[in-house]
């Protein structure tokens, strides 16, 4: 199948040389063939890296794949995964909106049949270096931070383009989750500063969409106890003890540095309640035990565990498919063949807490006062970056922006069923929930995530009928 796109691509570039009329071009020696395991496919898959600084040998990978139609057509659109430190390869490429999944036994893939490349070209990058297969030759550039992350993901997206020329020009979506809620907008800011600047090349940014966002800690981080406490997970006197006891203007990211000890406390008993038989991330999912899962993926047995038709134990078949020698080698990935395993989130970043507490809201304004939709999605089964934090800080910039409620707060619907509740204000900032989705939406309810994600790509509202959409 290779063999036959490379065939193809010789074709139309001998058709462009001789017409003088189109400009193609995209790098074979990162053209992925297949990957051990992986289904037939129709459409093209590149992996490889792209240096954003060749003196201090730092270089970001990427994942590529092409829509399953008309990818010439469709937008590019950016995923990155949050952390800060971990991989949108693992995440949001192979566990979430990309085109496969890692098969039960850990050394083959399954097709995702609710892929996002049905609309849209997607590009996934590890990011920044030192996450996955991204790396750098000095040691000190994994001390890093949010300026930085967003800096070097620009530099990646110029040399990004020169490798495939032929999207420079087709619309750009943003998007991400949860710690994107920093890297997206802040990247974001400097494309547009770049667009500013330019006389020439400029990014065709048409859309931001980020799920499940850390946008302003001081409301997200009391928003997790909030919803411990409606969802009946913590008592009515562990909730008034932490209302009580805590300001968490004083909140510092990854841990509460200048709380109080009651407040303090109080977290900490709110903490051991809830448990750690439950997902944080998905409350209402079962969780899967790493030690018997591991055993039995070197045995060479199935380990898929099924919870509300989700494989609870993907992460884990990913970590071990994304191990083996000869999905690297396919991957193109490692080629610095690094002193650690390929892990979802970084052991050798030191990423600083202090960017945690940056008020992202302002560059939200940014983004919405140069024309660009931006939408908010939550699932609702997340209690780490819960929806009534999301819900409220999109509330909040639309007020202070002026801007009017142009969808009022409703349901919105995907083959009948309701697929979560959705506002909207001044036709371009938008909040949508996704119902029984999780912290990683599109792992929780993949057909609820194409159907919002389809609705973003073609700057349509969200369906408020029980009908589909025609074509859908």
């Not at 029984?436 to 994600?453: C, I």
């Amino acid at each position: 199948m290779a063999g036959s796109w490379r065939a193809a691509a010789l074709a139309v570039a001998m058709v462009c040389f001789v017409a003088s009329s189109c400009v193609l071009g995209f790098p074979e020696e990162d053209l992925v063939g297949r990957l051990p395991g992986q289904p037939a496919v129709g459409f093209r898959q590149f992996a490889g890296y792209v240096d954003v600084d060749v003196k201090a040998g730092r270089s970001l990978f990427y994942y590529f794949a092409e829509a399953q139609d008309n990818a010439a057509g469709r937008p590019l659109t950016l995923w990155l995964n949050g952390g800060p430190g971990c991989s949108s390869v693992g995440g949001g490429a192979f566990t979430e909106l990309g085109p496969f999944y890692p098969r039960g036994d850990g050394r083959g893939l399954r097709l995702n049949k609710k892929s996002w490349n049905k609309v849209s070209n997607l590009l996934f990058v590890e990011s920044p270096a030192g996450v996955g297969w991204s790396y750098s030759n000095t040691s000190s550039d994994y001390n890093t931070g949010d300026a930085r992350t967003a800096n070097d993901m620009y530099k990646f997206l110029l040399g990004w383009y020169k490798k495939f020329p032929e999207y420079r020009s087709s619309s750009l979506l943003l998007s991400g989750e949860s710690y994107a809620g920093h890297y997206i907008p802040q990247l974001t800011d400097v494309l547009l500063t770049h667009n500013e600047k330019s006389k020439g090349f400029k990014f065709n940014i048409k859309g931001v969409a980020i799920g499940n966002p850390l946008l302003k800690l001081d409301r997200d981080v009391p928003a997790t106890y909030e919803y411990f406490w409606s969802h009946g997970m913590i008592s009515d006197e562990i909730f008034l003890a932490i209302n009580k006891g805590c300001d968490f203007e004083d909140y510092t990211f990854g841990s509460p540095h200048n709380e109080s000890k009651s407040c303090n406390d109080a977290i900490a008993e709110a903490n051991a309640v809830v448990g750690q038989y439950v997902n944080n991330y998905d409350v209402i999912l079962d969780v899967c035990y790493p030690s018997i899962v591991m055993q039995e993926l070197r045995l060479r047995k199935y380990v898929t565990k099924i919870s509300l038709g989700v494989d609870v134990c993907m992460s884990y078949e990913r970590y071990f498919y994304f191990n083996l020698p000869e999905v690297q080698h396919a991957l193109h990935a490692n080629r610095t063949h690094l002193p650690y395993g390929w892990g979802m989130c970084s052991d050798v970043l030191n990423y600083t807490d202090k960017d945690g507490n940056i008020n992202i809201l302002p560059l939200l304004q940014r983004i919405v006062e140069h024309n660009i939709p931006v939408w908010i999605f939550s699932g609702d089964q997340d209690s780490v970056v819960p929806l009534l934090g999301s819900r409220t800080l999109v509330r909040e910039l639309a007020h202070d922006m002026g801007l009017p409620v142009t969808v009022p707060y409703s349901t919105w619907f995907r083959k009948g069923q309701v697929g979560g509740w959705t506002t909207e204000y001044g036709n371009l900032l938008t909040f949508a929930t996704v119902r029984g989705a999780s912290h990683m939406v599109p792992f929780a309810q993949p057909d609820r995530a194409l159907g919002l994600f389809r609705s973003f790509v073609l700057g349509q509202r969200l369906p408020n009928t029980t009908y589909p959409p025609i074509g859908d």
